[in-house]
């Protein structure tokens, strides 16, 4: 099965920016799609952006602007650029992958925005 492995979070101060990658273990163009969720503590995990195999984007209205999302098939990685980040932008960051066996998670990465 393939694995997903989130990485680039980190602490940032407001108005900075930060790419996360998710480093898929098989091949991405299998999947129907793919996309990054996050979760904060006492909060449900919310979509923030997904990209389908043919490179179509959805993004989430409140987070439109901000999130950019992007793959990278040859190197089966998936990207989120995040530009100037908010406090409430704190929250652990998945990678999620829906194919033909269903949904794939990562195990997450932490962005904590602080002043």
């Known amino acids: 099965q393939v694995q997903l492995e989130e990485s680039g979070g980190g602490l940032v101060q407001p108005g900075g920016s930060l790419r996360l990658s998710c480093a898929a273990s098989?091949?991405?163009?299998?999947?129907?799609?793919m996309g990054w969720f996050r979760q904060s503590p006492g909060t449900q995990r919310q979509l923030v952006a997904l990209?389908?195999?043919?490179?179509?984007?959805k993004n989430t209205d409140s987070m439109r602007g901000r999130f950019a999302i992007s793959r990278d098939d040859a190197e089966n990685t998936l990207f989120l650029q995040i530009f100037n980040l908010k406090l409430e932008d704190t929250a652990v960051y998945y990678c999620?992958?829906?194919?033909?066996?269903?949904?794939?998670w990562g195990r997450g990465t932490q962005v904590t925005v602080f002043s």
């Open positions: 990209i389908t195999s043919d490179g179509q984007i």
């Open positions: 999620n992958a829906r194919g033909p066996s269903g949904d794939l």
């Open positions: 098989g091949r991405i163009s299998s999947f129907y799609h």
